[in-house]
């Protein structure tokens, strides 16, 4: 018995001996190197910083290399910033179980410089036109300069266009300024403005402005999708006069002296762009401080909150569902252009101290052209608002359908352009200006 147990475990010890001397280790694959071949002017040194140094990366299989390669491809494409980028893996041979990789990093540039001269209708707003001077990616560094002067004649309470007494309006912004590990925006602006204020949809009060204001924001990324981010404004009017004034009690709307602000606020961001449609998620947190100094009312202070949740869904090369959720809290004094978050109801139908608004819509490409995508998007849009210490409507629920139609040049990607027709589904007791309808044109997608 003893010799026989002795036999099966020499047998069995062979077979152990056997099959590990047949087994090879798994090579290693080793970044030896990352090439980059740019196409225009953005800077190495700045995609370095952005991606990070990949040589010296081990990993265990090529799936692993593929999918790291794969990654950095959608950091450079989730900047919206070139024409066109990819990222190639070049394997050799393998030596001593090692396999060498070289990754090649190819940008081509979008377009360095963009006037823009545009005129167009917008309900809010009314007839606009002038000219814009988009400049991206400035020499290299992935910061962005926009410059913009406008003219518009607003519409009056009956809807018709003020063109004797129109808006001016200068603007400038400065986007994606690395201080690492910071990212900066400055922005300013000079307006002349007709401004109307309206409650429920009705005219009340009437004023003509000269306003400069001035912002600066910046954001400090904590992870690969978590960031903090904070703001301070500040806007003053030296010159002002009254047209009329129905609503006493709306004057701490305006005219304003000066008004300045500040908000802290985090965002949670899972968000890839997959040619013009995208994937993914977004949370935003915000809150803030402000204090207004009204010409004919006493100082006001308000604290504001806001939260938002936006999901894209990629179900194929043609269609990408979307939708957001949002919620804001105001104290002190309503909201009054609580509609600028539904598409087809014009902002001063709706005021509220605290809301909850749903959009969403289906994008879907229309069109496909060498230097450019023509999309549509159906959209339907709601709110629920609640104002405090009113008996007029203190619940109020808004309802809208349209549709988004949209143009991305594939040389200006950061650059969108959107021609929006959106209609009130609400009861005629409910709409206040009798505009069943909304118009917007903008450079910007709605979320």
């Not at 893996?89 to 179980?97: A, N, Q, S, W």
């Not at 990408?320 to 509609?339: I, M, T, V």
């Not at 959107?418 to 917007?440: A, C, H, M, Q, T």
Request: net charge neutral; aromatic share 12%.
């Amino acid at each position: 018995m003893q010799k026989r147990l002795g036999l099966q475990r020499l047998i069995f010890s062979i077979i152990i001996l056997f099959s590990l001397s047949t087994l090879k280790a798994e090579p290693v694959y080793r970044i030896i190197a990352e090439n980059y071949t740019i196409t225009g002017r953005t800077r190495q040194n700045v995609i370095e910083n952005i991606l990070g140094s990949s040589v010296g990366t081990e990993f265990d299989s090529q799936e692993a290399v593929s999918l790291f390669a794969a990654d950095r491809k959608r950091k450079l494409d989730n900047l919206r910033a070139f024409k066109d980028s990819s990222v190639t893996i070049l394997y050799e041979e393998e030596t001593d179980g090692l396999i060498p990789v070289s990754l090649k990093v190819s940008i081509t540039d979008g377009s360095a410089f963009l006037p823009f001269p545009f005129a167009f209708y917008n309900s809010n707003q009314g007839f606009l036109c002038g000219a814009m001077a988009n400049v991206p990616n400035v020499s290299g560094t992935l910061q962005n300069l926009l410059f913009m002067g406008l003219y518009s004649a607003p519409p009056n309470e009956d809807n018709k266009l003020q063109w004797a007494e129109p808006n001016f309006l200068l603007v400038g912004n400065w986007s994606n300024i690395r201080l690492n590990p910071l990212l900066f925006t400055l922005s300013g602006s000079v307006m002349r403005m007709n401004r109307q204020i309206e409650y429920l949809g009705k005219s009340q009060n009437k004023f003509l402005a000269l306003i400069l204001s001035g912002r600066i924001g910046a954001e400090l990324p904590i992870t690969d999708i978590l960031s903090a981010k904070t703001s301070v404004r500040y806007s003053y009017s030296p010159k002002h006069t009254i047209e009329y004034v129905r609503d006493e009690s709306l004057l701490p709307y305006g005219p304003i002296d000066s008004t300045v602000g500040t908000n802290l606020g985090f965002t949670v961001k899972s968000l890839n762009w997959e040619g013009n449609f995208r994937r993914g998620y977004k949370i935003d947190v915000t809150g803030g401080i402000e204090t207004t100094y009204p010409s004919f009312a006493s100082q006001q202070t308000s604290v504001d909150g806001e939260a938002e949740v936006s999901v894209y869904y990629l179900a194929s090369s043609r269609f990408n569902p979307q939708a957001r959720l949002s919620f804001f809290g105001k104290s002190h004094l309503p909201q009054l252009d609580s509609g600028f978050r539904v598409r087809g109801i014009r902002n001063g139908e709706l005021r509220g101290n605290a809301g909850v608004y749903l959009n969403t819509g289906l994008q879907i490409q229309l069109l496909k052209f060498s230097s450019m995508e023509i999309h549509f998007t159906p959209c339907f849009d709601a709110v629920f608002l609640y104002t405090h210490n009113t008996s007029t409507r203190p619940y109020d629920l808004g309802l809208a359908a349209g549709g988004e139609l949209l143009v991305f040049l594939n040389s200006l990607k950061s650059l969108p352009m959107k021609l929006g027709v959106g209609f009130d589904l609400r009861p005629e007791d409910k709409n206040g200006s009798g505009n069943f309808y909304e118009i917007d044109f903008s450079f910007n997608l709605t979320f």
